[in-house]
């Protein structure tokens, strides 16, 4: 059974570019969430979906952070235009449903912003 | 919001000596608990999830639950250096799916 895949894996962008970060979560889940994780701040939640809505928007990071998910196997977070404080690994996770189950945590993508 | 709170930020621990590591939250209405382990460049791989108070175990982590004191543990027994790794207590809120995480704990196995 395939876990949470993400690609890719490192990612290195120019400041000011657009990227966008792919991920498909466990077949079946319901629940996909966009973490981004640093040294200092820890993880913090970008987005979450519910059977494909959104359902939480990240809130400080909606002016250049935008999640998508437009069938229920893949999803993409896009950033633009990317800044230097961008640079951190981006977790995407699932979920089969809230409550007491398991979110299954994909490898991440390590994104390196000049 | 909950917040959670890890301890010690780094520990070394020889092989085969007992390793703790400490959460404590801020709010008690969290109904599952959950301890992660994250390998440089891998995801974050589940150990031990426990959602009552007591003693959950999990191969060689157990995890301790007192939501009255607001503190969850995990005891890894018998550590090796292959569990060299940053682990993370995290705890889901009980009216959504969001989870909140500590800051995680450093942990370094020597052979």
């Known amino acids: 059974d395939a876990g949470v895949t993400q690609t890719p894996r490192h990612e290195v962008a120019e400041k000011g570019q657009t990227i966008i970060l792919k991920c498909e979560p466990v077949s079946g889940h319901n629940d996909l969430f966009w973490y981004r994780q640093t040294k200092i701040q820890g993880l913090e939640l970008l987005s979450y979906f519910r059977s494909k809505s959104l359902m939480e928007d990240g809130g400080a990071f909606k002016d250049r952070f935008k999640a998508e998910m437009l069938n229920s196997s893949f999803s993409t977070l896009k950033i633009q235009p990317t800044e230097p404080k961008d640079s951190a690994v981006y977790l995407c996770?699932?979920?089969?449903?809230?409550?007491?189950?398991?979110?299954?945590f994909g490898p991440g993508t390590r994104l390196t912003v000049l | 919001q909950q917040k959670v709170q890890q301890s010690p930020e780094s520990l070394t621990v020889s092989e085969g000596a007992m390793a703790s590591l400490n959460c404590t939250f801020s709010d008690g209405t969290s109904d599952n608990f959950r301890w992660y382990r994250q390998h440089s460049a891998k995801g974050l791989e589940v150990l031990v999830s426990?959602?009552?108070?007591g003693e959950k175990e999990e191969g060689r982590f157990t995890a301790h639950l007192n939501r009255a004191s607001l503190h969850v543990s995990l005891h890894i027994r018998e550590p090796q250096p292959s569990d060299s790794a940053v682990y993370l207590c995290?705890?889901?809120?009980?009216?959504?799916?969001?989870?909140?995480f500590g800051d995680g704990t450093q942990l370094v196995v020597k052979p």
């Open positions: 996770a699932s979920s089969l449903d809230w409550g007491a189950y398991e979110q299954y």
């Open positions: 995290a705890m889901t809120g009980n009216n959504n799916n969001r989870i909140f």
């Open positions: 426990i959602f009552s108070d």
